[in-house]
Structures are given as C-alpha cells and as structure tokens.
C-alpha cells in the first residue's frame, strides 16, 4: 500500500532561516510524489512534483525538494523562510495504476517568526 | 485561464437535510476528484469521475456520491447528513490519467451541519 508520513506536525523557524519539512513515503512502485501548501481558508496549491527526471525538484516560492529511494525520502527546503511562507504544507503520494487518487500526508504546520 | 472553481464556497445545513456541491475543472480538463478534509481525519480521497465514469471510490459511505456531466463539471451529494459530515470539501481538477500529471484544486466548500 501507498502512503506518506510527514515527521513533524509543526515547525517553528525564524524568518530568513532555512526551512525543512521532512516528508517519507512507502510505496512498492516508483513513486509520483509532490508537495501542496495551503493557506488559511484557501484551496491547495501545487508547490512541486517528482516526475522521475530529475531527483532534485524546485518549485515555486524558492522550494525544492530531493528524492531519495535509498532512504524512501522526499523532504522539503527552502533556504530563508519568509513571513509569508507560514502555512500548511502537504506531501503527497499518487496511487499508481493510472488514477487520480491522492494520499495525503497528516500535513506540517509551518510558522514562521519575525 | 480560469481556475478550479466550486460553489458555493459556505453552506450549513440541518441533520438529516442532503446538500449538492458543485465543481467546474479547468477548461480542457477531464478528470474531476473530491475529497473531505477535516481536523481529526486530514484530507481523504472520496471519488474520481473521469469522462462521466467513476473511476475510483475512497472509503465513505454510500450516503456520500457524485456524478460527471458531459462538460466535465461535477456534482458531489450527501443525503441524509450527519454532524461529522461538517467539513472542508476540495475538488481536483486534472487532465487526464497520465501518473505525474498535477491537480489542480479549488477553495473549497465549506460544509457545516448543525
């Protein structure tokens, strides 16, 4: 069975301080993974996607992510965190086969301080 | 190009009333996904319709269903609803069922049941 643990619940950084968001997942095939930030009261947005070409992922606002099968990683970083960055954010596994059907990790809290 | 969108954006119904959401995908696309999102349980998969057929079903009772019109528009109903059904519903708009191809998702209805 697919699935994605994200490690932390909440993280707490400093604004202008690297952010990291450690997400693994567990999958029996090769993974499409990706990372959704959501704001208060918004929809989810797509920050970015493992599509196999490349094991390093950048993303919109400054993100990216690294892939690593060795150790069934896909963690998240940012080098300096904006206030604006505080948010939600979700890792995310795709039920191979061809579907549409999304996994979502239980999500990490970011908050970022002045 | 206009966004995902799903109307309308806050509801709240009585116990035992049944409600309709809607959702209009992104122009071209033909896959439209649902899904529940609540503090205790996060974001859960409730079904897939892709081309007017539901190609994939999560784990909710049989009160929750939905159905695709030829435009790619979406209806999802819960008929006789319960207080654990107030939550945030999220539609998913994709193109097709290419594995890494990303969702794109609305700003949600927001459901409370009184």
């Known amino acids: 069975a697919q699935s994605v643990t994200q490690l932390d619940s909440h993280v707490s950084v400093s604004e202008g301080t690297p952010v990291l968001l450690r997400c693994n997942y567990s999958s029996s095939y090769s993974p499409s993974l990706f990372w959704y930030v959501q704001h208060p009261n918004k929809g989810l947005q797509l920050l970015l996607k493992?599509?196999?070409?490349?094991?390093l992922v950048k993303g919109i606002n400054g993100f990216e992510a690294e892939f690593k099968k060795s150790e069934t990683s896909f963690h998240l970083t940012k080098p300096s965190a904006h206030m604006s960055d505080a948010a939600e954010y979700f890792c995310?596994?795709?039920?191979?086969?061809?579907?549409?059907?999304?996994?979502f990790g239980a999500g990490t809290r970011l908050a970022v301080h002045p | 190009k206009a966004g995902v969108t799903q109307t309308p954006r806050y509801l709240i119904k009585t116990r035992g009333q049944q409600v309709t959401l809607s959702c209009s995908p992104i122009?071209?696309?033909?896959?439209v996904s649902w899904y529940q999102q609540t503090p205790g349980q996060g974001l859960q998969f409730l079904f897939e319709?892709?081309?007017?057929?539901?190609?994939n079903k999560g784990n909710f009772p049989g009160r929750f269903s939905g159905r695709q019109f030829s435009n790619s528009r979406s209806e999802m109903n819960v008929s006789t609803l319960e207080l654990g059904d107030s939550a945030l519903y999220l539609c998913?708009?994709?193109?097709?069922?290419?594995?890494?191809?990303?969702?794109?998702f609305g700003q949600g209805t927001r459901l409370t049941v009184v």
């Open positions: 493992y599509t196999s070409a490349a094991t």
């Open positions: 998913a708009s994709s193109f097709g069922g290419q594995m890494n191809t990303e969702a794109f």
């Open positions: 319709y892709f081309s007017e057929t539901q190609r």
């Open positions: 995310v596994v795709r039920l191979s086969g061809g579907y549409n059907k999304l996994i």
């Open positions: 122009s071209g696309h033909r896959s």
